[in-house]
């Protein structure tokens, strides 16, 4: 003996066949849903542990720190092939030397590129030797200013290039003197001070160049 269909709250009388497999059709929707949230959620779980033991198993060493640059055996080469004598600047532990370079053009240039080796010091201080040229060469690097003014340092007397609100956040001050056949320029982004300083180490080497003409 078949069953009655029983009556449903929701409607007040049995269930037409189609009202029935409409419900199973959404209820079966309903499961496969959660069940494929639940897997997702599973799934996601499983990755963020992947990527866990990647992170905490891989070694990780120190960065290799940057070797110093032999500004000297540079400058040795530099002077044995362009056949005259360069700089090299004598610093003590406040500065690092960042580049060691003779670039081309006219004129040629012995480039060596300093700052300061403390992270919590900003700045830097560029030398540059331009051979066989005069203060008429300066203004390629100071931004087309000509010299402020001059100082005395040690004996020698120093362009100055005081860029004042014309400087940049690379160029704000510089000094260059006639040594020789060369001129030789320091620029860059530290305080006249710090220049002047600098300056005053180089003055032997200066008063050599000058001797060699």
């Known amino acids: 003996m078949s069953r009655k269909p029983g009556i449903v ?118 030398l540059a030797q331009a051979f066989d040229a005069d203060v008429s060469w300066a203004p390629q690097v100071t931004g087309g200013m000509a010299p402020t003014g001059t100082e005395d340092i040690d004996g020698l007397v120093w362009d100055v290039f005081d860029l004042g609100d014309r400087g940049t956040a690379n160029v704000t001050y510089a000094l260059g003197t006639q040594a020789g056949s060369d001129y030789v320029l320091l620029y860059g982004s530290r305080s006249a001070e710090s220049t002047t300083q600098l300056a005053a180490s180089l003055t032997a080497q200066l008063h050599d160049l000058k001797e060699a003409e």
């Open 9 to 126: 709250a929701e409607l007040g009388r049995p269930e037409t066949p189609e009202e029935t497999a409409a419900r199973k059709a959404e209820s079966s929707r309903i499961y496969r849903s959660s069940q494929s949230f639940r897997n997702l959620i599973a799934a996601l779980i499983v990755t963020v542990a992947v990527v866990a033991v990647i992170v905490f198993a891989v070694p990780r060493g120190e960065p290799t720190e940057r070797p110093p640059i032999d500004v000297a055996k540079i400058a040795a080469d530099v002077a044995s092939t362009s056949e005259r004598p360069v700089i090299v600047p004598e610093l003590d532990d406040f500065w690092r030397v960042n580049a060691a370079v003779l670039e081309g053009g006219a004129p040629t240039v012995w480039s060596v590129t300093m700052a300061p080796a403390a992270e919590r010091e900003r700045g830097f201080i560029k």
